[in-house]
């Protein structure tokens, strides 16, 4: 109980952090974060789209069945965030960071700024930290949050079931009912 309120606290605090490193930066320090982080959410955003369509594909029609309002199925897929977060976080972070620095090689960026005196673990440094972070965040939602998103999705797509179902059988009781012996 202990190591769940230190983990969720320390992620949660992580965003102060993270705002408190940009700021006290250097220039350097944040042009190499700026160059990561529009990849990263770009990678985040359209894997989570992804991962939403092939769900939707999935359970659609089981949530169609059940008449879930836009809202609900809204609800339904916030629910379950922290479980795609927890799958989508190390796809995101690998591809932005094999864009971005692969953008500052190809503009020669990264040969200038060793050649000005910047250690290459020093260069790497913002993109070490928004790593951690993002452990962090994983390790956050993987704990506590992702195995309580898959029980309530599994618990909406019960009561799903459970409403198609009964109309199932409400359209099998009338079908039968109309059957003269």
Request: charged letters at 20%.
């Amino acid at each position: 109980y202990v190591g769940k309120l230190v983990v969720t606290s320390l992620a949660l605090l992580s965003p102060a952090a993270m705002v408190w490193f940009y700021q006290r930066g250097r220039v350097l320090d944040r042009h190499i974060l700026r160059s990561f982080l529009v990849p990263f959410v770009l990678c985040f955003c359209g894997l989570l789209a992804l991962f939403v369509f092939f769900d939707f594909y999935d359970n659609g029609k089981d949530l169609i069945e059940a008449r879930f309002s836009a809202g609900q199925v809204l609800l339904f897929y916030i629910v379950q965030l922290p479980k795609f977060l927890v799958e989508i976080i190390d796809i995101s972070l690998l591809l932005a960071v094999l864009y971005s620095l692969g953008r500052l090689s190809r503009h020669n960026e990264i040969i200038s700024m060793v050649t000005a005196g910047v250690s290459v673990p020093r260069l790497l440094l913002p993109l070490f930290i928004a790593g951690g972070f993002a452990a962090l965040i994983t390790l956050a939602c993987s704990y506590q949050y992702a195995p309580e998103a898959d029980r309530k999705k599994g618990d909406l797509m019960q009561m799903a079931d459970d409403i198609g179902a009964d109309r199932q059988n409400s359209r099998t009781r009338t079908s039968a009912q109309r059957v003269a012996y």
